[in-house]
């Protein structure tokens, strides 16, 4: 999703209000000692690339420091801006991007005049001109306009305008980008058709995709639970295709990159609460604030939410699979010290808790909304409670006004518990596994008017992984004896790297892309598994088998990154990059055995991608990538009647292409689309068999051919709005379904969403539903449909939020 401005020509506005029509007094402000610039200089020094470095302040303040830092004569009425505040602008831009950025959320329009620029008051009924967005998923400012990553994006307004309350409301405004709940309890986002965990789960492997929040990048089983909270937040963005260069581990299919709202020098607070069907009650509040006058200030986010599904539970113990619950408190404090010019100080620090519910169905009617564990055998579903912490350091010093310095220390932990269903008596699992990552990125940043800009760094991590579990199979769960299974297993991976992403501007509207990452990655697994049994080392079930292994594997990776872009227009870009997206390899004990081991490789892929971004008509903004991804060893994990096998396959691939783009077509009404299209191929499996068949020339599980959105919003000056979207996936295969059996083959379905209500000042009143139609969708499938995960039914409510 987009939200940004397509283009500026006469008269700018940036929001609605009466306007009439005078003669105003105007105050100059001087930006330079020369003489006034006449409006043909204005106009070109408009369209150049500034660097600004305003702080929140009053908006004239900041106005008389905008011309300076610009080089332009700006006239106002001194009355329009009088106890007006603006929030400021900071980074690289055109004077007309800046000037929007600094006069976003007032009824102040800006135009030229033959003195220069002048600021004045919007025309009732005049076109609303969308805010610029700025990526910084690639650590460094950009507008969309100069970024050549295909990058789906998630404003605050557009989560507010939306309720885009999780993670997964955002992603189904985007191009191919999903998520798919599956059994667990666990929730498979994938980009292009590739999960988080891999075409498949490898045991021991590392994610493909990396979540990013304020910094903080999140563990394999955070990716699952816990990272699905948007209250104030900002920006999520979603960088599709192998962004390895800068973020290296965990980060081969994309970055999912999600930044909270900082900080500010002015007193505000906002709270939320929803009241809806299957018993959902929402709670949130924020509240932000200086703790010394233009130094220090604070802000402090915590929401609640809980919901329970109505899948109908055989079993009276089960019930507790359908309860929902999450929690999450927030805290940031921002220090900027006088005495320390150009220095910034952000530290946060964050508290989760999150319990998902369960959409496992059995029986013959999966629509029926039934569930029974007593019948499930192995395939039990279980109760998982996630704990996650997530704490960041980020240190800014700019050196000069091209110049700077970022410093971001991490430390992020997460502990899960894991036990089967209550009612089922006969598989009891007591699982308990902790998440410990550390993480030190320095860069040097390289921004403002000179020809080379982007980032150099260095970044060093460990990871540690720990899980102690119990699993007791009783009588008649499959072998006719009881088994006893005590697993300890500990995952360590230490990384070291060095990296840049740079920009270079040969002249004639064409720069060259560059950059790079050379990774070293040393990997430890270690599992120690004891069984007591009289069924211990049963042909045909690998968990009766103990497990021995201790091994360590280190892995270097050159990560190349090189393209071209062009400058059609001014508004227009067309760009051509090859980048290399890599995974490390691990080790495991080869199935059915107890210390045997199998070593696979690392995964790499190489993507070449074609991007078109385009701002040349006003008030309408789009974007379009074409990619192919051509992978090596990538990592597999077959099933073959419970027993889990992971090889490297060769000579697999993918393209596609998305297309996104964000429109205003009249004063009161924005609408945005979205439309992602893709092929995926399976190649060679370095194995016996695939389940009894050939897997090679299948497509990915969780990879639709097709995704799309359409949404569009009304907001009146009366106080009446609404929004409404829908979203669409083709058919796809249930995750891990390599053999692309057509029983786990799932139906295309389309989802429609609609809100609206009344706004009265700060105050607002709104009512939702969600799955308008309330359409019957499955997410996953179990082999031959014993079992599978059925989306949400029709939910609605009400929803009352106020900012102060």
Known sequence: MFSFTAGFRGAHRLGAAPFKASILATMLVWSTGYAAPQAALAQSVSQEQKTFDIAAQPLAEAITAFGLQAGVQISVNPALVADTRTDGVSGTM??????????AGTDLVWRRDDSGIAIVQGVSGGPIILPTLTIVGEKIERSYLDTQTSVGVATADDIDRYKLDELSDTFNTMANVRLYPSSQANKGMQIRGVSADGVSEPENSAPTISVIIDGVAQSSEALRRGSRGTWDMEQV??????????????????????ESQDPTYDWEAATKGVYGNDERHDGAIMVNGPLMEDQVAIRIAAESRNHYKDIDQATEADSALNEDQYRSIRGKLLIEPRR????SVTLMANDIFDKPSTSTVNGDDHFARQYNSLSSGF????????????????VVYDIDDSLSLTSVTTFHDASLTIETAPGNTAFIRDDKRRDENFSQDLRLNLEGDSALTGTIGLYTARQDKASYGTIFIGLGAG????????SDARNTIDTTAIYSDLRYDLGGGFSLIGGGRIQRDTVSNFIDRDVTSLAANTAGFDI????????????????????????????????LTVTRGYRQGFSQVVEETVNDIREVAPEYVWTTELSWRDESVRNLTWGANVFYNSYQDQQVTISNNNILSSFNAEGSYSYGAELEGRATVMEEFSTFGAL??????????????????SCEGNDFPEAPAITASLGGAWDSDTGLFAAADINYSSEFYSNSALTNDDTQRLNDFFLTNVRAGYRYGSVRLMAYVDNLFDKDYQTSSSANQTSATVGDGRTFGLQLDAKF
Do not use: W
């Open 94 to 103: 055109t004077v007309e991007v800046g000037l929007a950025a600094l006069l």
């Open 237 to 258: 963005e979603v960088l599709r295709g192998p962004q390895s260069t800068l973020y290296g581990p965990n980060a081969m299919a994309g970055a999912i990159v999600m």
């Open 340 to 343: 320390i010019d150009g220095l």
């Open 379 to 394: 395939s039990t579903e279980e109760l998982r409670k996630m704990n996650a912490n997530n704490y960041s350091a980020e």
């Open 479 to 486: 072998l006719g004896v009881t088994v006893d299974v005590h």
């Open 544 to 575: 009766t088998f103990a497990k021995d292994m201790d091994e360590k594997r280190t892995d270097v990776a050159l990560l190349p990154k090189l393209g071209l872009a062009y400058d059609v227009t001014d508004n227009q870009v067309v760009g």
């Open 676 to 693: 992602g299209l893709l092929k995926t191929r399976l190649g060679e499996v370095n194995a016996s068999t695939c389940a009894s068949a």
